[in-house]
């Protein structure tokens, strides 16, 4: 299992009103999508919150997932829905 920072659509939480969140999203075996959380911005040192940074600027380069649509099956905890 791997995870990135991506973008993820929540506008299903916000009474279908647009929501964007920068999320920990983390994906199975074969390269899906299964779950998803907030991140936090912290670290041991400033160098891992500069990192932190610089994942969540990555993160604007790749396609906005959607809460809803874009998650597959249940992450490991057991949540139904993905979200962790």
């Given at each position: 299992?791997?995870?990135?920072?991506r973008i993820?659509?929540?506008?299903?939480?916000n009474?279908?009103?647009?929501?964007?969140?920068i999320?920990?999203?983390?994906?199975?075996?074969k390269?899906?999508p299964s779950?998803?959380?907030n991140?936090?911005?912290g670290?041991?040192?400033?160098d891992e919150i500069?990192?932190?940074?610089?994942r969540?600027?990555?993160?604007?380069s790749?396609p906005i997932l959607?809460a809803?649509?874009?998650f597959?099956g249940s992450?490991?905890?057991?949540e139904?829905?993905g979200?962790?």
């Amino acid at each position: 299992m791997f995870w990135n920072h991506r973008i993820v659509d929540l506008s299903k939480d916000n009474d279908g009103e647009p929501w964007y969140e920068i999320q920990e999203v983390y994906y199975n075996e074969k390269g899906e999508p299964s779950g998803h959380c907030n991140p936090c911005v912290g670290g041991e040192s400033i160098d891992e919150i500069q990192i932190q940074i610089q994942r969540f600027t990555e993160c604007l380069s790749h396609p906005i997932l959607n809460a809803e649509k874009d998650f597959v099956g249940s992450f490991d905890d057991g949540e139904e829905d993905g979200t962790i």
